[in-house]
């Protein structure tokens, strides 16, 4: 279907190359269109929120929306590396903890994509030992059969999918910020691109996937307000203890784990520092993007604090917080006030269904990757995703209209 393209002019010029843009790239290109990606900074810089070691993937949602997209997910992850010729999905299982009356854990139990565990069963797996779960708390796994928990390696993924766009004609640009997103005068005029170097790229469609960037970029290009909180966290990194190293490995079966309850909590196995395990806690303070503070969260009363806390009462005979974490990685989160996507077309300058926006993933979107690119390329070449339809995602969810006279959008609902 693609119109051969000329230097300027593509059938969908794509703006943000985290995961999600680069997705839809792939995807898009994977259509048969011409593709141009445009990055603001450098390919995989770490200013965003898609880069850095391990992403978790699991299957355990307390919300009905998220397992079909994660079951089309796990599908087109395995698609993608297949064609790439190696391997960013680490499969592990996947262990849960909370109080036993937290919602959102007994949540995840009740709709079947966790399994509780009695506290001290016989069939209890190894790595079981490695936590002592509180008084009061109960612990949950995921069902193994379904094979949907693993460990993603993040920014291999990324430059996994801008590698495949490319392969399939992609163009890809770096160092291009996109200032301003407009249709061109006349009917049927294309939409028109504009970075702040004062280039001007021409598309039949446009993909706006600008991650924390995107309140502002929808405000100025449409005055969309668009309710999207960016978030400060940390990627921490600790000293497991001498002797329980392979113990926490993903060789030996270690999962990844998620902790509810006043704070979330959630870790991944020793995989990429041997010797060191990733624990962090869940969001953080708001932020803005253009104006980090970068050391936020690591000193006394921070975040790092609060994780170490967690894992003096949790992990003790396997972790050391002596001396605090080894590492801490800043990162962002794109919090919507139901921490539901948003996955729609742009309304405004009348862009009909030529542009679609994704954002605000809300800290959970990184799994969803191949599905949220794949949904969003077919909505902008298609009008639609089948796709979707096909996988049982309801995209009515998604739309950025459940925030019109109701700030919560979907929380009133759960
Ligand atoms: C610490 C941490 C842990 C996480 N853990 C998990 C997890 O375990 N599992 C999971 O599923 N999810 C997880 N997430 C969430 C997941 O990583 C995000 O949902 C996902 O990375 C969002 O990707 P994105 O493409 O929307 O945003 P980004 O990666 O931020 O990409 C947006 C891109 O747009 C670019 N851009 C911005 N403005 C412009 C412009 N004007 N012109 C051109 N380019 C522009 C930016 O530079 C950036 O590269 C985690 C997030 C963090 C921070």
Redesign the pocket.
């Known amino acids: 279907m693609a119109a051969p393209p000329t230097e300027r002019s593509f059938d969908v010029i794509v ?8 997705c839809a790239a792939h995807a898009a290109a994977a259509w048969g269109a011409s593709v141009l990606l ?4 450098d390919l995989l ?1 770490q ?6 070691e ?4 699991r299957p355990i949602y307390t919300r009905p929306q998220y397992p079909p997209m994660v079951r089309l997910a796990h599908r087109l992850w395995d698609d993608a590396q297949r064609d790439a010729g190696y391997a960013v999905l680490t499969p592990t299982p996947h262990f849960n903890l909370g109080p036993r009356d937290d919602p959102a854990f007994l949540a995840a139990v009740a709709n079947g994509s966790a399994i509780e565990l009695a506290p001290s069963s016989a069939d209890a797996p190894a790595w079981a030992e490695a936590f002592r779960v509180p008084q009061g708390w109960a612990v949950a796994r995921s069902e193994l059969g379904l094979g949907l928990g693993g460990v993603i390696k ?1 920014t291999k993924a990324v430059a996994m999918f801008q590698a495949l766009a490319a392969k399939m004609g992609a163009v890809v640009r770096d160092r ?4 301003d997103v407009a249709r061109k005068q006349g009917e049927g005029g294309t939409i028109v691109v504009k ?1 702040s170097s004062g280039e001007e790229f021409h598309g039949g469609k446009c993909i706006i ?5 995107a309140t502002k ?1 929808l405000k100025s290009v449409t005055g969309t307000d668009l309710p999207v909180q960016s978030v400060h ?3 921490c990194y600790w000293k497991v203890k001498p002797g329980r190293e392979h113990e926490l490995t993903a060789e030996a079966g270690f999962p990844t784990f998620g902790s509810y309850g006043d704070h979330g909590f ?1 870790g991944t196995p020793s995989m990429e520092y041997p010797g060191l395990i990733k624990i ?1 806690k869940s969001g953080g303070p708001p932020c803005d993007p253009d104006g980090r503070d970068w050391a936020i969260g690591t000193g006394a009363g921070g975040m790092a604090e609060l994780v170490a806390r967690w894992i003096d009462e949790v992990m003790p005979g396997h972790v050391d917080t002596t001396g605090g974490p080894v590492l801490c990685q800043p ?4 919090m919507t006030p139901d921490q539901d996507f948003v996955l729609d077309f742009l309304n405004g300058k009348e862009f009909g269904r030529d542009v679609v926006v ?2 605000g ?9 191949p599905a949220v690119g794949k949904i969003l390329a077919e909505m902008a070449l298609d009008g639609e995703s089948g796709t979707a339809a096909e996988a049982g995602v309801e995209l009515s969810h998604f739309r950025i209209g459940r925030f019109e006279g109701n700030p919560k959008g979907n929380a009133k609902s759960f």
């Open positions: 703006v943000g190359a985290g995961i999600m843009g680069s445009l990055e603001r900074f810089h200013r965003g929120s898609s880069h850095g391990s992403r978790t993937t993040a291009a910020e996109v200032v970075t996937t600008v991650g924390a960037w970029l966290t940390l990627v959630y962090s990162c962002m989160c794109c994704g954002a993933f809300s800290g959970h979107g990184f799994k969803m990757g």
